[in-house]
């Protein structure tokens, strides 16, 4: 079956602009989660989403970052007014519940900004 | 703060060698630890979950085991082959109550060659 899929795969913008990276979950995971891999650096994790339950957004660096996911569906992470330092590839994984171990990810976004 | 550490960050070994990917973790109040595959342009795939009551687990030619005591984990990789390059990746989970939020390592960068 289909696997977690994102877009854009990579993204090049300037500074300062906003941009907006596409996560499609499997079908019927309730639960969403977001992740930063920087450079020479480990996954970070950002937001997750449980169905529809108050998204944990502890791992959020700044509030240039906010995320959405419609129900139990597609999840868009919104980063404003881009600065050098949020290049990094961001992954995304779905699981069938919160406590669900396994958890699915897909190939990410590269994002360099410039 | 959980962080987690992986030693070496790259190793380069010829094909058909035994070898061990070292991971070490500050807080031992874990709920799993997990051992996953990255390759370049891909998501992560999880190759093995020790759950913090078991001591080892194995697929195929992986074997993880898990040290809670000392806040350690390995990665023995059997025969390796080519097909094994990719950067290995741990991560876990604190205990019950704060989701699957994963803490993962910087990872180590594997090489097998011919």
């Known amino acids: 079956g289909a696997g977690v899929s994102q877009s854009p795969s990579n993204k090049v913008t300037e500074k300062g602009k906003d941009v907006e990276l596409r996560c499609d979950p499997i079908?019927?995971?309730?639960?969403l989660y977001w992740y930063r891999q920087r450079l020479g650096q480990g996954l970070e994790f950002l937001i997750y989403?449980?169905?529809?339950?108050?998204?944990?957004k502890s791992g959020l660096p700044s509030d240039r970052f906010s995320a959405e996911r419609t129900g139990e569906s597609v999840s868009t992470l919104t980063i404003q007014r881009t600065q050098q330092e949020d290049s990094a590839v961001y992954l995304c994984?779905?699981?069938?519940?919160?406590?669900?171990?396994?958890?699915?990810f897909g190939p990410g976004t590269r994002l360099t900004v410039l | 703060k959980q962080e987690v550490t992986q030693i070496p960050a790259a190793l380069s070994v010829p094909e058909g060698e035994n070898l061990v990917l070292n991971c070490s973790f500050t807080?031992?109040?874990?709920?799993?630890l997990q051992w996953f595959r990255q390759d370049p342009g891909k998501g992560l795939t999880s190759l093995l979950l020790?759950?913090?009551?078991?001591r080892e687990q194995t697929s195929g030619r992986l074997n993880a085991s898990l040290d809670k005591s000392s806040g350690r984990s390995t990665l023995y990789i059997a025969a390796s082959q080519p097909g094994d390059s990719a950067t290995y990746l741990c991560?876990?989970?604190?205990?019950?109550?704060?989701?699957?939020?994963?803490?993962f390592g910087t990872g180590t960068r594997l090489q097998v060659t011919l």
């Open positions: 020790i759950q913090s009551s078991q």
């Open positions: 994984a779905s699981s069938p519940g919160l406590y669900t171990d396994t958890q699915y």
């Open positions: 807080d031992s109040a874990i709920y799993n």
């Open positions: 989403f449980q169905g529809n339950s108050a998204p944990d």
């Open positions: 991560a876990v989970r604190l205990n019950t109550g704060t989701a699957s939020k994963l803490t």
């Open positions: 079908s019927g995971h309730t639960a």
